[in-house]
């Protein structure tokens, strides 16, 4: 039964800060036996100052911390799941990257967010991810990990049944939810997303989560949680402050929910419906 370790961040301004709390991370999950260890949304840079975070975003290949990441993971023989990071992409924007780092210190697999976060809340917070980033155009799995064949998605990916459904299709044992959550939205609907998403796959979904107040003035709502197949949640964290919690991955459940309730079996295509 593989152990996971699920980091809770609060992002600044500064990369280098943002990897030194990551690699005391990594090093602490291995410590406590996890043999992989999931982190949020932006971890290495949160910033909505886009003239200030420039000079920290480039290309995925001009990165310092792509390699120092690569070597983290071997150094700890831990398979990082980086939530994401920003880097520079043709045309002039970023892309809001998830990269999956083995113990083998190869370079990484990638996903690009789909879904960019252009909203109007009631609370007068607005947000605009378009402005800066690309959406990305596919869907990625990755099979091999300690919690089995894992799916991709990044914070508001969770508002797209569509995403999931594919990552169900592709019978995905676990889906990654790496995430900086307003608190507005986090408030009314996290817990209830996640929940749903993990019953529609039969899968465990993993959210790392950023939490609490951020040097460029935005909060988030924390609650990093584990929910299992059956939508019971395994772990909660704190939504007032970071740190890291440990959850056992049984992967014996999924195939105990699939064979109760085997929902993805028993989908229909329909003409019209998503394409179809």
């Known amino acids: 039964m593989?152990?996971?370790?699920?980091l809770q961040m609060c992002s600044g301004i500064d990369p280098g800060r943002n990897f030194d709390t990551l690699r005391g991370a990594a090093h602490d999950a291995r410590k406590e036996g996890a043999e992989m260890l999931f982190t949020p949304e932006m971890s290495l840079l949160l910033d909505r100052n886009r003239q200030r975070s420039a000079d920290h975003i480039v290309p995925e290949e001009q990165s310092p911390y792509v390699a120092m990441l690569a070597d983290l993971a071997e150094d700890c023989e831990l398979m990082i799941a980086l939530g994401s990071m920003a880097v520079a992409v043709p045309g002039g924007k970023n892309a809001n990257r998830s990269m999956i780092f083995p113990?083998?210190?190869?370079?990484p697999v990638t996903y690009d967010k789909i879904h960019m976060f252009d909203v109007d809340l009631a609370s007068g917070e607005a947000w605009r991810e378009s402005a800066a980033?690309?959406?990305?155009?596919?869907?990625?799995?990755i099979d091999d990990t300690p919690v089995g064949r894992l799916g991709l998605t990044v914070c508001y990916d969770l508002r797209f049944p569509a995403l999931f459904g594919e990552l169900g299709n592709r019978r995905c044992d676990a889906i990654a939810v790496p995430a900086a959550f307003t608190r507005p939205t986090g408030a009314a609907h996290w817990h209830v997303m996640l929940r749903a998403r993990a019953i529609e796959a039969s899968a465990f979904v993993i959210a790392a989560a950023q939490v609490g107040s951020h040097e460029d003035g935005r909060t988030t709502y924390g609650h990093s949680l584990v929910v299992d197949p059956w939508g019971e949640v395994l772990l909660d964290m704190s939504g007032e402050a970071p740190g890291l919690g440990f959850c056992?991955?049984?992967?014996?459940?999924?195939?105990?929910?699939?064979?109760?309730?085997?929902?993805?079996?028993?989908?229909?295509?329909?003409?019209g419906l998503n394409g179809q």
């Open 248 to 271: 056992d991955i049984d992967l014996a459940r999924i195939a105990d929910v699939r064979a109760q309730v085997p929902s993805l079996a028993n989908r229909r295509a329909i003409p």
């Open 2 to 6: 593989p152990k996971i370790a699920v």
């Open 103 to 107: 113990p083998s210190g190869e370079r």
């Open 133 to 141: 980033y690309r959406p990305g155009n596919e869907v990625v799995s």
